[in-house]
């Protein structure tokens, strides 16, 4: 997932579709995120290790981290959206709803995964599934979007699931049984995207997108419309 994560964005940044001239809230977003994903790793090789203390010791730092992720990554979006700028093959209602909700599904799957983690088979498990939440914008970089409209997200939401499900997988083939942590985990990934699809085809949907894009560029743009294509050169 790790690398998943590191290849999608610096695909990106090796075609010249990225840089480094954003503003300063959106390179905090970034460092942010990009940490979480070296504070799993972390985590992952201190427990292989037998680094019990320090993994306990990094993993209340997570706490404070995944606040953080949770703020930032909803200030992103909601300026992206107020700014007309949500990504050409999403319907901006639908990109201003799939992200928070996204991130209130990591937070909760990893404030599970740390309220047991006494029961390593369920914190691991659920940690990992939480972890998968996070791939959508990396998956989105690596996989041909503008040609899977109007079903991109739904095309991202699968090739995230295929993480999970390979978790149950390995499961089953060295225990003969899948741990019920992952049908939690990947119960809570679907009902994000049934969440996320209701929401996007609701008139609670469209009341949201118009209280946050009031008096912004984003109020000029159709909810449920997709953005036009940017130029090829």
């Known amino acids: 997932m790790a690398a998943t994560i590191v290849a999608g964005f610096s695909l ?6 990225s840089s480094f001239g954003s503003p300063p809230i959106v390179h905090a977003h970034a460092i942010v995120f990009m940490g979480w994903v070296v504070l799993y790793v972390a985590q992952n090789v201190f427990v292989a290790r037998q680094a019990r203390s320090l993994h ?7 706490v404070v981290w995944v606040v953080a992720m949770v703020v930032l990554g909803t200030i ?30 990591f937070a909760g799957l990893t404030a599970a995964a740390i309220r047991l983690r006494r029961h390593t088979e369920w914190h691991a498990r659920l940690h990992y599934c939480a972890m998968a939440n996070l791939l959508g914008p990396a998956l989105g970089r690596l996989m041909p979007l ?11 939401f699968v090739a995230m699931m295929v993480f999970p499900a390979a978790g149950a997988i390995a499961d089953f083939r060295t225990r003969r049984r899948v741990h019920p942590a992952w049908w939690w985990g990947i119960a809570a990934l679907v009902a994000t995207t049934l969440v996320t699809e ?3 085809n ?3 949907g469209l009341t949201l997108y118009r209280q946050v894009t009031a008096g912004s560029s984003g109020a000029m743009i159709a909810p449920l419309s ?3 294509w940017p130029p090829l050169a």
Do not use: D
């Open 12 to 17: 990106q940044l090796g075609m010249g579709r």
């Open 56 to 62: 306990r010791q990094l993993g209340w730092i997570g």
């Open 76 to 105: 992103v979006t909601v300026r992206m959206v107020r700014a007309g700028h949500a990504p050409f093959f999403f319907a901006p209602l639908k990109f201003l709803i799939f992200n928070p909700i996204s991130l209130i599904a």
């Open 146 to 156: 503008p040609l899977l409209i109007p079903y991109a997200y739904e095309a991202t």
């Open 198 to 200: 209701a929401l996007s």
């Open 202 to 204: 609701s008139t609670a």
């Open 226 to 228: 997709y953005p036009p």
